[in-house]
């Protein structure tokens, strides 16, 4: 029995079926843990929905920032950009079972030493706040309010954390953590535009996994996110976007022993 997580597919969906290949997923005594953004920039987003949902409890996902984004254009919240690659899913006949499947996923999961999110998580932040955090995103986008959290969350550039906010507001600025987060300062603000590489981040802010006080510093964080940072696991994190849409790699590491398996995704562009 082995448990692998596996970085950003976002609708690499080929790649993904040879990375599968590669590590002999038996799924009669393995998981798989997907770390978000499942779909968008890559050519076939309908194909790895449909493929993750149909291995039930078998996988486990957190929702990242582009699978939001699809929810969002799904309801005419956001629009479409003329780089994404949402619009199979959009039109696909069983588009609102996937939808509503989608809105049912996790945006923290935790399990023994690790916690999953699709970015990253606020210095001040406890895993035990972050994960009660998380479940009051969940209870709402699973629920009839969800289009107000959808609508608050764009556009996001000006959302800071703050334990007084209250409402859509304060939803949509957990979703903005646990989903966009690479820099902030030391004491928690978040840099909201930046996504180059971590020796060229503004003054002022670090790498969210950097700053040494930081209150989960105990728990293993795996996720995903930042193209730019690449593959950087170190003994409390895996961080393990690989950049497959920017035809790199797609990677996944078994969390028993750290074992870590590639494909190459040439041929594959996109952007984070």
């Known amino acids: ?64 920032n582009h699978d939001l984004f699809l929810l969002a254009v799904a309801e005419q919240i956001a629009t479409v950009r003329p780089e994404d690659t949402l619009q199979a ?32 998580l606020l210095p001040q932040w406890s895993i035990d706040e972050a994960e009660m955090l998380a479940r009051e995103v969940e209870v709402s986008l699973q629920g009839p309010s969800y289009r107000d ?45 930046y996504n180059g590489p971590p020796e060229r981040i503004p003054s002022g802010y670090f790498p969210w996994f950097k700053i040494t006080n930081r209150k989960h510093r105990d728990t293993t964080i795996v996720c995903g996110h930042w193209a730019a940072l690449g593959l950087h696991c170190k003994d409390q994190l895996l961080s393990i976007d690989s950049g497959c849409v920017w035809g790199r790699e797609l990677t996944a590491v078994c969390l028993e022993d750290r074992k870590l398996f590639q494909v190459p995704c040439n041929g594959m562009t996109g952007q984070d």
């Open 89 to 120: 899913v959009l039109a696909a006949p069983d588009r609102e079972e996937l939808l509503a499947w989608l809105r049912q996923q996790r945006l923290l999961y935790r399990e023994g030493p690790f916690a999953m999110v699709h970015a990253g």
């Open 149 to 193: 959290t959808l609508r608050a969350l764009y556009p996001s550039k000006h959302l800071q954390w703050s334990s007084n906010l209250s409402g859509p507001t304060r939803l949509a600025t957990i979703i903005k953590v646990l989903t966009r987060l690479r820099a902030c300062s030391s004491d928690g603000r978040m840099e909201s535009s």
């Open 1 to 64: 029995m082995a448990t692998y997580a596996i970085g950003d597919v976002q609708g690499c969906y080929e790649p993904l079926q040879r990375l599968i290949q590669h590590i002999r997923f038996d799924p009669s005594r393995d998981r798989l843990w997907f770390v978000g953004d499942l779909v968008n920039r890559g050519p076939d987003s309908l194909s790895v929905l449909r493929y993750i949902k149909k291995l039930g409890n078998r996988a486990v996902a957190v929702l990242g």
